[in-house]
């Protein structure tokens, strides 16, 4: 049976000739073997062949590179160096220095000091401020005319304290010496206070010594109120009486014989 009909067997399920099978694969795989290496023996023609460098003559411009040329590849060192004429530069060396010297460049430019944008105190939005310096507590203490400073809120705190504690001393002496004056004029006014005092005393017991002189005079007017009555009384009663007494003189003595005109005492005639 041939080698086709046993793979056929095998589909079928009838393994009683894998050995014939088997036994054709390794001859037909030792033959491949024999063929190849007689192929590329360095004597045969293939291997000359393969072994001879561009046995084709293959050049740039056959693959699309004529315009390529036949530079190595620089190193980190080369590129920074910059003064060869004859190498390539690759992504990762390019992107290195790039790196380095942007970062180099930056970071000059960052540590520069010397306002290298030209801003502006306008541009900051500090346009009205003035170029003063601070101005320290002997500043503030003696202030130099045509020379003004700004003042920090320490420095204006230390002033401050520094003049309340002087206003404060000044304004204790002050008191002290106002209340030792007001002290001397109110021993002077207790002093005067006693003098007034001591006449109001004085002059209370004139006043009562007065009103009893007043009492007396008032008891002595009202007994000569009295006394006068008394005596107006007297003399009216002394008047009636003589009144009464002439009368009975005239009577009588018309009664025996005097005239009509004995009354304005005259004898008549």
Do not use: C
Not at 32 to 53: E, M, Q, R
Not at 89 to 106: C, F, H, L, P, Q
Request: glycine share 6%.
């Amino acid at each position: 049976m041939s080698v086709n009909g046993s793979i056929w067997l095998i589909a079928l399920g009838d393994r009683s000739r894998d050995d014939d099978i088997l036994l054709y694969v390794d001859t037909a795989i030792a033959r491949s073997d024999s063929a190849a290496n007689s192929l590329v023996s360095p004597t045969s023609a293939f291997g000359i062949h393969v072994n001879t460098p561009n046995a084709h003559n293959i050049t740039k411009t056959d693959v699309q590179l004529d315009k390529v040329l036949n530079y190595a590849v620089a190193t980190l060192s080369e590129g920074y160096a910059g003064t060869a004429n004859n190498l390539y530069v690759t992504a990762d060396i390019a992107s290195a220095m790039i790196r380095n010297v942007v970062n180099g460049g930056m970071n000059a430019h960052i540590s520069r000091t010397d306002n290298p944008h030209s801003v502006t105190k306008a541009q900051v939005l500090l346009g009205n401020l003035e170029n003063y310096s601070v101005a320290t507590l002997a500043d503030l203490n003696n202030p130099q005319v045509g020379t003004p400073k700004y003042v920090t809120d320490v420095v204006a705190k230390q002033f401050l304290d520094a003049k309340v504690i002087t206003i404060t001393s000044n304004a204790m002496q002050s008191v002290a010496s106002f209340n030792e004056a007001v002290s001397t004029q109110l021993a002077a006014y207790q002093a005067t206070l006693d003098t007034a005092n001591g006449l109001i005393n004085t002059i209370t017991n004139l006043i009562s010594t007065n009103q009893q002189v007043i009492q007396l005079a008032q008891s002595g007017k009202l007994t000569a109120d009295l006394n006068e009555q008394s005596l107006n009384a007297a003399g009216a009663n002394i008047n009636s009486v003589f009144t009464e007494y002439v009368s009975s003189v005239i009577n009588k003595a018309r009664a025996e014989g005097y005239s009509q005109g004995f009354a304005d005492g005259k004898v008549s005639q």
